[in-house]
């Protein structure tokens, strides 16, 4: 059973930084992305960072890269999203997704069967 388990949302003013965790099991034989998504009041679900699992190789959406890193600990127990320079733009439930994708279509949340429950980041101006 894949289990995800999302925390670390909160509240912070613009500026500031968060880090959130996922705690994720049974997932690494029958996937292999891990990823971060977010979605905003009125807007669909819209992918914020990626990690190949195996392999470590990174992906982040445009409006996040040089802010948001995504990591994993050494037992891929864990993936990790570390914000900085948060701006109200990036107010949004986070959710921490597994799936099977390729190196194009790392993007398309059609392709994570697994989702987390989310977690809730509110940036303030």
């Known amino acids: 059973i894949v289990q995800l388990l999302e925390s670390g949302g909160g509240s912070v003013q613009a500026g500031g930084s968060l880090r959130l965790s996922c705690a994720a099991s049974?997932?690494?034989?029958?996937?292999?992305?891990l990823a971060w998504f977010r979605q905003r009041p009125g807007n669909e679900r819209e992918v914020v960072a990626a990690i190949l699992h195996r392999g470590g190789l990174t992906y982040y959406t445009d409006s996040v890269k040089g802010r948001f890193t995504i990591s994993q600990d050494d037992a891929k127990t864990t993936v990790y999203l570390a914000m900085e320079t948060l701006t109200p733009e990036d107010t949004a439930m986070y959710y921490c997704?597994?799936?099977?994708?390729?190196?194009?279509?790392?993007?398309?949340?059609?392709?994570?069967?697994?989702w987390g429950q989310g977690t809730q980041v509110t940036v303030s101006s």
């Open positions: 049974g997932y690494r034989y029958i996937t292999n992305y």
């Open positions: 997704a597994a799936g099977v994708a390729g190196s194009d279509d790392w993007n398309d949340p059609r392709n994570y069967e697994y």
